[in-house]
T-cell receptor
Framework: DAGITQSPRHKVTETGTPVTLRCHQT?????MYWYRQDPGHGLRLIHY???????DKGEVSDGYSVSRSKTEDFLLTLESATSSQTSVYFC?????????????FGPGTRLLVL | SQQGEEDPQALSIQEGENATMNCSYK?????LQWYRQNSGRGLVHLIL?????REKHSGRLRVTLDTSKKSSSLLITASRAADTASYFC????????????FGKGTKLSVIP
């Protein structure tokens, strides 16, 4: 399995506060992704990165920003958390070579916004 | 919007029976992947089938792809209690895009 860790694993915060989630990989994969998973919606892409300092928006990017200053780290920031951002957040990586289209997922972060 | 949609949403079977899950998608793809998620865990890749393949096997898993119908099926043979999980299909957007769009998943319960 790809070495992907997420921190924190659980977080409770209040509406209006900023929150940063961290994804760390040891596989030197080029692509990294942030998803949120909610009942009835499956996984939805928030943002992704195709290299250091190269990021782009996904399907549900409003209220989120990302940064990638090193290959191994991809940060997701909720600029001002809202209750609608209560969710489970997953990071994934992808090597992206022919025959290597698989995504590898981290264990997830459960975020509760009160 | 979801590219892939799994059917059924939930499936309950006895241990030893076969489980079949279906996935339908809307646009042309390069490949279709199936992932598994145990409760409280991240997704784990099971199998990938390319658009020019019709069937693929991996252990007790059999995946079929019908690009004319834009559909795929995942068959798990001789199911075990440990197969209890949610199963997701994921499709890329074709045309060189590597992003995946996941369906909402099928929740499989295998009763011992």
């Amino acid at each position: 399995d790809a070495g992907i860790t997420q921190s924190p694993r659980h977080k409770v915060t209040e509406t209006g506060t900023p929150v940063t989630l961290r994804c760390h990989q040891t596989e030197n994969h080029r692509y990294m992704y942030w998803y949120r998973q909610d009942p009835g919606h499956g996984l939805r892409l928030i943002h992704y990165s195709y290299g250091v300092k190269d990021t782009d928006k996904g399907e549900v990017s409003d209220g989120y920003s990302v940064s990638r200053s090193k290959t191994e780290d991809f940060l997701l920031t909720l600029e001002s958390a809202t209750s609608s951002q209560t969710s489970v957040y997953f990071c994934a990586t992808q090597k992206l070579a022919r025959g290597q289209e698989t995504q590898y997922f981290g264990p997830g972060t459960r975020l509760l916004v009160l | 919007s979801q590219q892939g949609e799994e059917d059924p949403q939930a499936l309950s079977i006895q241990e030893g029976e076969n489980a079949t899950m279906n996935c339908s998608y809307k646009t042309s793809i390069n490949n279709l992947q199936w992932y598994r998620q145990n409760s409280g865990r991240g997704l784990v890749h099971l199998i990938l089938i390319r658009s020019n393949e019709r069937e693929k096997h991996s252990g007790r898993l059999r995946v079929t792809l019908d690009t004319s119908k834009k559909s795929s099926s995942l068959l798990i043979t001789a199911s075990r209690a440990a197969d209890t999980a949610s199963y997701f299909c994921a499709t890329d957007a074709g045309a060189g895009s590597y992003q995946l769009t996941f369906g909402k998943g099928t929740k499989l319960s295998v009763i011992p």
